[in-house]
């Protein structure tokens, strides 16, 4: 195998540059066009389209010199997010990049795009040395990009590389994606059945009749510990903004707690708070998954809901509150200044057609193995980004080669 060399970015790159808002800024963001690329949209390892702008074919002439192409590295070189990285998708070109990101294009002879955006990972430390305070924020100049060292064997070896990695980053999509698909067919069936379907005749009740809502721990910072020092304690930053589990939010609570603070793998939460009044986050549901433990407790934030009909699971009454009539009833009843409350009376009066008996039961039965389902690839995601996480040092610092074929 050959030798590994330092390459100054400057020297085996096409296209190094950031680009810039378009006139109008904000205001002149449009819903379908050319995709404005900012810095939220680039994630370590992943591009998210959440929050993706799109501008106009007379913007994007503005920004010519910022054209991405498919496979092209991102990096945020401003902010708090300064140094994170990603590739640039096929599917959300035509695009062009801000002033917060920078195209990074490596010339493909001596460098070649995949390993440099696995590189860049690696040695994001160095990347965040280098990143200058600015008046006001962290920030990497094109100057500093280009003088940027990658260490880096033969073109061949560094496809074998990336291709390795690679190949673990897109089971790692396919998982999440085909969670979202399950989420998205448990959702539709249920609109189909219970709202576009609902018949005259089924009986207006309200879910004080079916759930009971319970508060949780009112706790201080002095209480939280460590994973292996504390039982689960699931809270607002446990839920995501629409609803669903947010692993990454857990904390873990060592302190005093009582029996009634207690929650349980397949039982459901509900935020009750949210910093001002957007209600993008209050109210929104969340089913408590097994791989978190067997026991765990819940914050003051998030309600437990007990369920008092044995026909309503935690997937039933998730959709349930998350159907446009039910949730403008939980948005309506929070209150307060700063901090908006749901109280607990305003989940428990929230009105709603009872569905007939059994066809609650067919929905259980088609979506609860979806709901597990879904845990299970989330423990899959784990594994592998653990196995990526251990193999991408090892591979980028030359501890471990990978062979390659003539």
Known sequence: MGEWKAMRLGNVTTKIGSGATPRGGSNAYISEGISLIRSQ???????????????????????????????????????????????????????????????????????????????????????????EMGATRKAITKAAIEQFEVCAPEPDEQRAIASVLSSLDAKIDLLHRQNKTLEAMAETLFRQWFVEEAEEGWRWVQLSEHIRVHRGLSYTGAGLCGPDEGVPMHNLNSVYEGGGYKYVGIKYYKGEYRERHVIKPGELIITNTEQGHDQLLIGCPAIIPRSLGEVGIFSQHVYRIEMLNPLFTGVFVKHLVLTSAVREQLTGSTNGSTVNMLPADGIEMAKFQLPPDDKIKRFNEFALPLQAKQETNHEQIKKLIALRDTMLPKLMSGEVRVKTEF
């Open 41 to 131: 949209n680039i994630l370590d390892f992943k591009f998210s389209e959440d929050g993706l702008a799109h501008i106009t074919e007379a913007q994007g002439n503005e920004l010519s010199n910022v054209v991405v192409q498919e496979g092209d590295v991102l990096l945020n070189i401003t902010g708090d997010s300064v140094a994170r990285c990603c590739r640039a998708p096929q599917h959300v070109l035509p695009a062009r990049v801000n002033q917060h990101v920078a195209i990074i294009r490596a010339d493909g002879r001596q460098l070649i795009n995949g390993y440099l955006f696995y590189q860049l990972i690696y040695q994001k430390p160095e990347l965040l040395s280098i990143a």
